[in-house]
Nanobody, 129 residues
């Protein structure tokens, strides 16, 4: 059974930083795509960033480019999202998801929900102004 467990969320002031973790089990981790998504209250879920664990290639949505960094530790089956210069508009529940085929990184819309088969339960991030 594939399980994804997010951690690292919390309350932080604007301008601060948080590092989220996504620990995966039940799948081979060395050639998948792992995405981070978020859903703010009253809004649709949106993709934030993704990484290919095969070659560490990554992709970011425009709103977080330059502020967020995604990384992978394949030995620990864990993907991280380092979030710097946080803004109140980054407040959301953050989810990680896995595309076992790894093809999402090359897709026209790499953070499209249907590309991802497995999802975690989320971790909440609140950025105060």
């Amino acid at each position: 059974e594939v399980q994804l467990v997010e951690s690292g969320g919390g309350l932080v002031q604007a301008g601060g930083s948080l590092r989220l973790s996504c620990a995966a089990s039940g799948l081979t981790f060395d050639s998948v795509a792992v995405g981070w998504f978020r859903q703010a209250p009253g809004k649709e879920r949106e993709g934030v960033a993704l990484i290919s664990t095969l070659d560490d290639s990554s992709y970011y949505t425009d709103s977080v480019q330059g502020r967020f960094t995604i990384s992978s530790d394949n030995a620990k089956n864990t993907v991280y999202l380092l979030m710097n210069s946080l803004k109140p508009e980054d407040t959301a529940v953050y989810f990680c998801a896995v595309d076992p085929s790894g093809i999402a990184i090359a897709a026209e819309y790499p953070l499209a929900d249907p590309l991802y088969d497995y999802w975690g339960q989320g971790t909440e991030v609140t950025v105060s102004s």
